[in-house]
């Protein structure tokens, strides 16, 4: 009897307190229409603190400022995310007013529109089943600190108010807003422009880096690609791993395989997929092992360091040799030249103590020229053979040269093998099995013979000649012409060498 009217009392003030909740969006939804700012203003924040004081709800306030000089990042994360999150919520369909903006002015591929909430809207985010009332105020002392005045910022200093059950405060506390920073981050990761650096004396010289490779147009073996991408999630989401075993987070990777067989273009699509800066290292201008560490300690985290062809930096193996000289000043570190086991070794302690996230490749064209130390097992994570154009890697030229397909961005690093299937097919898989042909000279014959092809269809009316099947009818055509015209010069170059040999 008294548990039921306990329940009962709960029950009403449930009640009352979700229909104090309805009137105060009612009060909120009639200020906005009918007060002018100043007043709907002073409203909102009466109704804030009216909504903090009910007994089942909490509350926080996150301050656009910290101090009267400091920046509250967490504010700008809010910001963030609030605004990636008003499409899937409804919000900008529901709010009156939407604060608009554009994050860049000088590239303009990455213009791009923020839809973000105007001051006294009010919106609701679901959190693992919680729900977040989020509401953007500003206070109604005006921010006449230094910076704001030379910024020529006036009004109140803006904050958002976030309410919810009290139940979800520890929710709210600990996960809820480590996933809005964590969102928040990984947004402005995407759209931060990549960096790639090369090295000029002991120096760093920063590139904005724009290559457009990415894993679902690089033609490979599908399960190569696949155990690539796999390895590198493993990687990014093992940082509590990588700490407890005591070990450096950092992973090697060998790409070796003939010119033309997209090493530079896996390198290119690793940086685009992880959104990690490039740092190409050109070894042989490194003078020792001193400006080698300054270049080193100068690099970020959440990078690539690239050391190209490295069998044309064979010196180094030699150096090796000639490392038992007695160094010439009393500190060796500053004297002895760079090897590159010795770059490796220093590499591990360095990053061992100052680098998180950090990614070292190697390429080289001759495997076999490498220094068998560089190849033991433990000293690169992963060795990726990069080879001439199979089957499955045209059909993936194919598709990303003659294809009038748009493939969704978001989808691209994911996207499958396709199977589209052509007449062509079987004769260009045998032909492919006897001559030897680099996916860059194949994206160079399709690139070919689809400009062939537009001029083709530029000079032409009719609109049946634009059909797809007939467009890659005669594309396709071309490219088994190339390969058997590739055939043929192969056979004679064996016939001339067999005739030599037998001479
Ligand atoms: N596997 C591939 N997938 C897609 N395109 C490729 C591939 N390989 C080569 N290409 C095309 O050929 C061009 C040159 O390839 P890339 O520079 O990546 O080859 P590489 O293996 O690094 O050659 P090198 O050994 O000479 O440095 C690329 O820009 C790309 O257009
Ligand atoms: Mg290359």
Redesign the pocket.
């Known amino acids: 009897m008294a548990s039921s009217s306990i329940y009962e009392k709960g029950k009403e003030a449930m009640a009352m307190a979700t229909s104090v909740a309805a009137t105060v969006m009612l009060v909120r939804s009639l200020a906005n229409e009918l007060l002018p700012n100043e007043a709907r203003d002073m409203l909102s924040y009466g109704l804030a603190n009216l909504r903090a004081r009910m007994k089942w709800r909490h509350s926080f306030s996150i301050e656009q400022t910290d101090g009267p000089y400091s920046s509250n990042y967490l504010f700008y994360h809010v910001k963030t995310y609030l605004a990636s999150r008003m499409e899937a919520v409804g919000a900008t369909n529901a709010l009156q007013h939407l604060r608009l903006s554009i994050g860049t002015m000088d590239d303009e591929d990455t213009d791009k529109l923020i839809v973000s909430m105007e001051e006294g809207e009010e919106m609701v985010d679901v959190y693992e089943g919680a729900e977040f009332r989020w509401c953007l105020y500003s206070h109604d002392v005006p921010d006449d600190s230094i910076i704001s005045r030379s910024l020529g910022r006036r009004g109140g200093k803006l904050y958002y108010h976030v309410t919810f059950h009290k139940k979800h405060k520890a929710k709210a506390l600990s996960g809820y807003i480590d996933y809005i920073i964590k969102t928040a981050k990984d947004i402005r990761d995407k759209e931060r422009p990549l960096t790639m650096y090369t090295n000029d004396d002991s120096d760093w010289t920063p590139e904005d880096f724009c290559h457009p490779s990415n894993f679902a147009?690089?033609?490979?073996n599908h399960a190569l690609k696949k155990s690539v991408i796999d390895d590198l999630e493993k990687f990014i989401t093992r940082k509590a791993f990588y700490k407890r075993i005591g070990k450096a987070w950092k992973r090697g990777y060998l790409f070796y395989?003939p010119?033309?067989?997209?090493?530079?273009?896996l390198i290119a699509a690793m940086a685009n997929y992880l959104r990690f800066d490039l740092y190409y290292l050109e070894l042989t201008g490194v003078e020792n092992n001193s400006q080698l560490r300054k270049l080193l300690l100068g690099m970020t985290n959440k990078s690539i360091l690239v050391i190209?062809?490295i069998d044309c930096t064979i010196e180094l193996k030699q150096r090796d040799d000639n490392k038992k000289k007695p160094p010439k000043s009393s500190d060796p570190s500053k004297d002895e030249k760079v090897t590159l086991s010795g770059l490796l070794n220093f590499v591990d302690g360095l990053w061992s103590t100052t680098g998180e996230e950090r990614i070292i490749v190697f390429?080289t064209?001759y495997k076999e020229r490498l220094d068998p130390a560089l190849l033991r097992p433990g000293r690169m994570d992963m060795h990726v053979h990069?080879g001439y154009c199979t089957p499955e890697?045209f059909r993936i030229?194919v598709d990303n040269y003659l294809s009038k397909k748009e493939v969704p961005i978001d989808n691209l690093s994911k996207k499958e093998v396709p199977i589209d299937n052509h007449r062509t097919y079987p004769e260009i898989d045998e032909l492919l099995g006897e001559v030897a042909v680099?996916?860059?000279e194949m994206?160079e014959a399709l690139l070919r013979s689809k400009e062939d092809l537009d001029v083709a269809e530029n000079a032409l009316t009719s609109k049946e000649d634009h059909d797809d099947d007939k467009r890659l009818d005669v594309a396709l055509g071309k490219i088994v012409e190339f390969l058997k015209s590739k055939k043929e010069c192969a056979n004679k170059e064996e016939e001339s060498r067999h005739k030599k040999k037998m001479t």
């Not at 147009?217 to 490979?220: F, I, P, S, V």
């Not at 010119?259 to 273009?265: E, F, H, R, V």
């Open positions: 147009t690089l033609a490979m395989g010119p033309g067989t997209g090493k530079s273009s190209e062809d390429t064209n990069m890697a030229l680099t996916p860059a994206a």
